[in-house]
C-alpha cells in the first residue's frame, strides 16, 4: 500500500481563474511526479488544456521537470505563460 502525501498547489494566471481560489491543498499516492498536479486541475477544468505544454513547475521554490517526484508537505507551483506589459 502505497503512502498518502498531502501538498498545497499555489495557484496563478489562468489556473487561479479558473478556480476561483489562489491556492488548493490536494493529497497524492508517493512517488507521483509534479506534472500530475496540472494533470488533475486540466481533469477538472478542461479549460485549461490550452497551457498543459507551456506550464513550469515549481516546488519549494524552485523550478522543476515535469518528472521531479512530489514530496509530503510540497508547495507547489503551476506557472503559465504570462503576458506581461
Given at each position: ?20 481560489v ?10 507521483t ?13 478542461p ?39
Amino acid at each position: 500500500m502505497s503512502e498518502i502525501i498531502n501538498i498545497t498547489v499555489k495557484l496563478f494566471a489562468a489556473y487561479q481563474e479558473a478556480y476561483g481560489v489562489s491556492e488548493l491543498k490536494w493529497q497524492f499516492p508517493q512517488d507521483t511526479p509534479v506534472k500530475a498536479v496540472c494533470d488533475r486541475a486540466i481533469a477538472e477544468h478542461p479549460e485549461l488544456s490550452q497551457w498543459q505544454d507551456v506550464t513550469r513547475f515549481g516546488i519549494n521554490f524552485n523550478f522543476v521537470a515535469p518528472h521531479t517526484l512530489l514530496q509530503d508537505g510540497d508547495e507547489v507551483v503551476l506557472i503559465p505563460p504570462v503576458s506581461g506589459g
